[in-house]
């Protein structure tokens, strides 16, 4: 029986040696157990992220944990693609919005998101909405997905909806939000289709735009 209780706990305390272990032991297994182990690190990086609003913790344990994360999405994420992921390729636009410079939540959402067979085109942080509807106009791009840590993000995201509205596009392309401060009603704020606080959600409704 896989200890889920103890990976939150390795994860909370950057123990990369106990986290590798675990999910090595996930993937012995067969990998069913996979996304169980995801939730588990998610839970992880929220106490990481606790400990450094405490003041534990410092920018360099963040970005620690972030590469943490990566590793984990590595281990797991054989088990973690869709069956269908490798039939089809659909594009995607990420980013971290206007005024926000947090990449540790995109790049594990990248990370995910390539494992299912997507084709992502990384915009990178402090992302200007004009760039993100040209990318998309360049690229035939209908899937986008825009990452936010910080409250004023919720801002960028909403004028990177009226830039496409602005464009004559909104129609043709499907927006999500993700982040710390993304929740439903920040969806009829932002005027997005739907928003995720994990990289499986991010997938599942990715893939239904597909």
Not at 41 to 62: A, I, P, R, T
Not at 63 to 76: C, P, R, S
Request: net charge negative; glycine share 10%.
């Amino acid at each position: 029986m896989l200890d889920f209780d103890a990976l939150v706990q390795a994860m909370g305390d950057l123990d990369e040696e106990a986290v590798v272990e675990i999910l090595n032991g996930v993937m012995a297994d067969g990998g069913s157990q996979a996304n169980e182990a995801m939730s588990a690190c998610q839970k992880g990086m929220d106490v990481v992220g606790d400990l450094f609003q405490s003041g534990d913790y410092f920018v360099g344990d963040l970005i620690y944990a972030g590469e943490l994360m990566t590793t984990a999405v590595d281990i797991l994420k054989d088990a973690l693609v869709s069956g269908d992921g490798e039939s089809k390729k659909a594009k995607v636009i990420l980013c971290t919005v206007q005024n926000d410079l947090h990449d540790i939540g995109k790049n594990i959402v990248r990370s995910m998101m390539e494992a299912n067979g997507f084709d992502v085109l990384d915009l990178g942080i402090d992302v200007a909405p004009e760039k993100i509807v040209e990318a998309a106009k360049e690229n035939d791009i209908h899937i986008i997905a825009l990452s936010g840590v910080l409250t004023l993000a919720i801002d960028s995201m909403k004028a990177t909806v009226e830039a496409f509205k602005a464009a004559n596009m909104r129609d043709d392309v499907k927006i999500i939000i993700g982040g710390a401060p993304v929740s439903e009603d920040t969806v009829h704020i932002t005027g997005a289709d739907e928003f995720a606080h994990d990289p499986q959600k991010t997938v599942r409704v990715c893939s239904g735009w597909a």
